[in-house]
């Protein structure tokens, strides 16, 4: 089974210091990897997702995330932090199919907290 | 264009009683999907459909039900609700299957309390 790990629950940073979430996926296949946010008392929006050969992802709001097969990882990167970014950020994972569909499966989430 | 909406946004029950959870979608979307978010748990999947008269268990799906009678909409049914099914509930859709790489769009959410 697919899954993915977010190291840290929480993560602190001052407003305009760099940003990063991390995320480990575990596949012996390179899955479809995704990072979505969610804003207090909101539904979940996606900010990018890596489906192809390229490895770095650009997001909206500045984010990026970049693709490592070696380490498995899917980290998630903003140089410089607005109060705005505040909120819960997933990581998720689904495995590469040839057609059809496949659920997706969430990591357990990272709060950014921006401080002034 | 509402795209995906969910009633109702709160509900207080007590254990034992009955509910039926509401999500709507106007993007004309083949699969919907019903999650909980708990703190510290991320969202795990209860039940989710491919298509209308369609549905399947997800990784949660003990003490719900779930019915796809109309494409636009998805019901999540809890029949005696219990303490434990205090959560958060999000629905989400997408248009096609695409081999995994589909964008879900996601639904405000319903705060579910059982006392």
């Known amino acids: 089974a697919q899954s993915v790990t977010q190291l840290g629950s929480h993560v602190s940073v001052s407003e305009g210091a760099l940003v990063l979430l991390r995320c480990n996926y575990s596949?012996?296949?390179?899955?479809?990897l995704f990072w979505y946010v969610q804003y207090p008392n909101q539904g979940l929006q996606l900010l990018l997702k890596?489906?192809?050969?390229?490895?770095l992802v650009k997001g909206i709001n500045g984010f990026e995330a970049e693709f490592k097969k070696s380490e498995t990882s899917f980290h998630l990167t903003k140089p410089s932090a607005h109060m705005s970014d505040a909120a819960e950020y997933f990581c998720?994972?689904?495995?590469?199919?040839?057609?059809?569909?496949?659920?997706?499966?969430f990591g357990k989430g990272t709060m950014l907290l921006v401080s002034p | 264009n509402a795209g995906v909406t969910q009633t109702p946004k709160f509900r207080v029950l007590k254990t034992g009683q009955s509910m039926t959870l509401l999500c709507a979608q106007d993007?004309?979307?083949?699969?919907m999907y019903w999650y909980r978010q708990d703190p510290g748990m991320g969202l795990r999947l209860i039940h989710y459909?491919?298509?209308?008269?369609?549905?399947a268990k997800g990784e949660v799906p003990d003490g719900y039900n779930v019915s796809r009678l109309k494409k636009q909409n998805f019901l999540l049914g809890l029949e005696s609700a219990a303490p434990s099914q205090t959560s958060v509930y999000f629905c989400?859709?997408?248009?096609?299957?695409?081999?995994?790489?589909?964008?879900?769009?996601f639904g405000p959410g319903t705060r579910l309390l059982v006392l």
């Open positions: 890596y489906t192809s050969a390229a490895t």
């Open positions: 998720a994972v689904s495995p590469r199919l040839n057609s059809g569909y496949s659920t997706l499966t």
């Open positions: 989400a859709t997408h248009l096609t299957g695409t081999g995994g790489a589909e964008t879900q769009y």
């Open positions: 993007m004309n979307h083949e699969y």
């Open positions: 459909s491919v298509g209308e008269g369609t549905t």
């Open positions: 596949s012996s296949v390179p899955p479809y």
